[in-house]
């Protein structure tokens, strides 16, 4: 029997909780033994709630208890997430938690801790929500060079795209109703900006290459600048635009950025629609897998959580090995990166154009006064040449 405890019982907490009782059975059943939340630590009371039953207000029970082997670190923020989590690795606790931004700062820290304390640090529901993506990397791509890992990582975003592309609104207006229906943060600059999903590529970087992202050395562009001109665009080339958090392996470099992108129906992430995630992984031997889901809400990024309870009690006693060193990986400029780029400019003529970019895909009657055009293939620094030699560019979009 595993006797666990939750810290924090706010959204992720409570949904941990009700995943562990609701699917008692199929959990005994496929593990072999039972899970039992001895604690759930919170400040508050919840009197009508059975939690109350099990419900403690000091953390120093639950590290004093050595029948507590496997800790949910479910309360989001650095502090005091960060101190409990150390305290209950030091004490031979296993911790599994959904705190994207502890694992992104303190990651290689943490499970260098666990090693040495015989445990283990597990982290699956900090990206992606509800996506097996932790563990697949972890496991069943051991074995495998991962060329690129590509995400749709913000389901804000790809709400927000998913709306501006099917109602042909501008961005403010469904951003606003966004946050009216409590989609997006009173706050979303974290989204919208791109440093979420930044965040969460680094991690799954770290994870790919074994080193330790910075995710400040990731350029990051995020949707603010779309507006229903560029949709209007892209539905003429048949294609959708997505915020994209990429990173790719070329030789002994690493590329990572976060940007929107011109996506056509050919790649499988066109069709990621709304508030959902995917991730379409590149590796050397296998090619392309992809992983799909919910990216965020209580019971998907519960479930997270507890799969990786189930994890840890498979292996009490033992540390689950992630190979996340605190060593640096660098990541170079995307200069040399080669793809083609939507560019809108006020209207001229083809020759124009093609005096100073090459050859073009040239659409002219999408907007008043502009036209746009996809070049071919040239590196990112080939491309900041040409567009400053001839001026005047209204936007640029990647594509994909
Ligand atoms: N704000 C995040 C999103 C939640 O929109 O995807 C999950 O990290």
């Known amino acids: 029997m595993a006797k666990v405890a ?38 508050r009371e919840f009197d009508s709630d059975p939690v109350q039953e099990v419900l403690v207000h000091d953390m120093e029970m639950i590290l004093n208890d050595a029948e507590v082997s496997i800790v949910c670190e479910t309360m989001g923020g650095e502090h005091p997430a960060y101190e409990y989590t150390k305290r209950a690795l030091e004490a ?44 697949p ?30 109602e042909g609104l501008a961005f403010e207006t469904v951003l606003a109703r966004a946050q009216e229906k409590g989609y997006a943060e009173k706050n979303p600059d974290a989204d919208i900006l791109g440093l979420d999903a930044c965040r969460k590529i680094s991690i799954l970087t770290s994870l790919a290459y074994g080193k330790n992202v910075d995710f400040a050395d990731i350029m990051t562009e995020g949707i603010t600048a779309i507006t229903s001109v560029d949709f209007a665009y892209a539905k003429k080339m048949g294609a959708t635009i997505k915020l994209f958090a990429k990173s790719v392996k070329k030789g002994d470099k690493y590329y990572a950025l976060v940007a929107p992108f011109v996506v056509k129906p050919e790649n499988p992430l066109y069709a990621v629609k709304g508030v959902f ?32 309870v189930i994890d840890c009690a498979r292996h009490t006693g033992k540390h689950l090995h992630i190979k996340w060193e605190d060593e640096k990986l660098e990541i170079s400029p995307i200069d040399g990166a080669v793809r083609r780029f939507f560019v809108r400019v006020p209207m001229a ?6 005096n100073v970019f090459g050859e073009v895909e040239l659409f002219q009657d999408v907007a008043d006064g502009e036209c746009g055009f996809v070049t071919e293939e040239m590196t990112e620094v080939s491309y900041r040449e040409k567009a400053a ?11 994909d």
């Not at 069943?140 to 709306?163: H, M, V």
């Not at 030699?389 to 209204?394: A, D, E, R, S, V």
């Open 6 to 43: 939750i810290l924090g019982y706010g959204t992720v907490g409570s949904g941990v909780y009700e995943v562990l009782k609701k699917n008692k059975d199929v959990i005994t059943g496929r593990l072999g033994d039972e899970i039992i939340v001895k604690y759930v630590l919170d400040l």
């Open 92 to 135: 031979g606790k296993s911790v599994c938690t959904s705190n994207k931004e502890l694992v992104e700062k303190h990651g290689p820290e943490l499970i260098q801790l666990a090693k040495a304390h015989n445990c283990s640090y597990l982290f699956e529901a900090s990206v992606g929500g509800g996506i097996p993506i932790i563990r």
């Open 137 to 166: 990397l972890r496991t069943s791509l051991a074995q495998e060079d991962i060329l690129s890992i590509t995400g749709i990582l913000n389901g804000t975003t790809n709400y927000i795209l998913t709306k501006m592309e099917t």
């Open 277 to 308: 995630n995917a991730i379409l992984v590149n590796a050397n031997m296998g090619g392309e897998t992809m992983y799909y889901g919910k990216g965020a809400g209580k019971l998907a990024t519960a479930s997270a959580v507890v799969a990786d």
């Open 349 to 354: 003529d083809k020759a124009q154009i093609e």
């Open 389 to 399: 030699k001839f001026g005047n560019i209204l936007s640029m979009i990647r594509v």
